[in-house]
């Protein structure tokens, strides 16, 4: 009988465990359409064709400046997991951290986090988190001339132009 027992709880954590996606296949499967994970090569080069041509291909801003901008805000991974798992289902042009003109070059984003788990919200809010917390924002922004643009663009570590 034990064995039986044994035997079915290790059944169902095998499923488990399969089924269960890590914050990475998260983000492939559900925000990648839409947010590439780095910013391309033209978007620091403002005024340039090759920042319009970046600029025409993305559909959303790059996950790595999301990230950037949310943790400005919400420092904590606490703070930061519960912005996102908000924001991904209740997208509003009041919460929004990015610059308004993202806002008014791409729209808002559709709740897709309606159609996701929560697990799956919070994994792709950690995963956010982590993969970038080293980044500074500051690499993509080159040309840091305005005092408003500089403080838009300090993120903790780095200053903006400070590499
Ligand atoms: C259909 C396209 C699309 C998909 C798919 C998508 N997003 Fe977005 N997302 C956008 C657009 C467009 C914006 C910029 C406008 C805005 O903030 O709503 C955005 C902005 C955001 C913001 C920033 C809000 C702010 O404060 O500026 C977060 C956070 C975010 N997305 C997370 C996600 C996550 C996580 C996923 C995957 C689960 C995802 N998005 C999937 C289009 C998308």
């Known amino acids: 009988m034990n064995k039986l027992l044994l035997l079915i709880a290790s059944i169902l ?3 488990l465990t399969l089924q269960a996606q890590t914050g990475a296949e998260v ?3 559900k925000c990648v359409s839409c947010h590439v994970k780095m910013p391309p090569e033209g978007m620091g080069q403002r005024g340039t064709p090759a920042h319009r041509e970046a600029m025409m291909k993305m559909k959303a801003p790059p996950m ?7 943790k400005m805000a919400h420092q904590s ?3 930061f997991v519960a912005f996102v798992t ?5 997208p509003s042009k009041e919460k929004v951290l990015c610059n308004p003109k993202a806002v ?3 729209g808002l984003m559709p709740a897709i986090g309606k159609t996701m788990t929560a697990q799956e919200r919070v994994q792709i809010a950690e995963w956010m988190y982590d993969t970038f917390s080293g980044q500074k924002t500051c690499s993509a922004c080159t040309s840091c001339s305005s005092e408003s643009k ?8 780095g200053k903006c132009g400070g590499k």
Do not use: S
């Open 13 to 15: 954590l095998t499923t």
């Open 27 to 29: 983000f492939e499967n």
């Open 64 to 70: 790595m400046k999301v990230a950037m901008k949310v």
């Open 77 to 79: 991974k606490e703070a």
């Open 86 to 90: 908000d924001y991904i289902q209740n």
């Open 104 to 106: 008014e070059h791409f």
């Open 150 to 157: 500089k403080k838009e663009m300090k993120c903790g570590q």
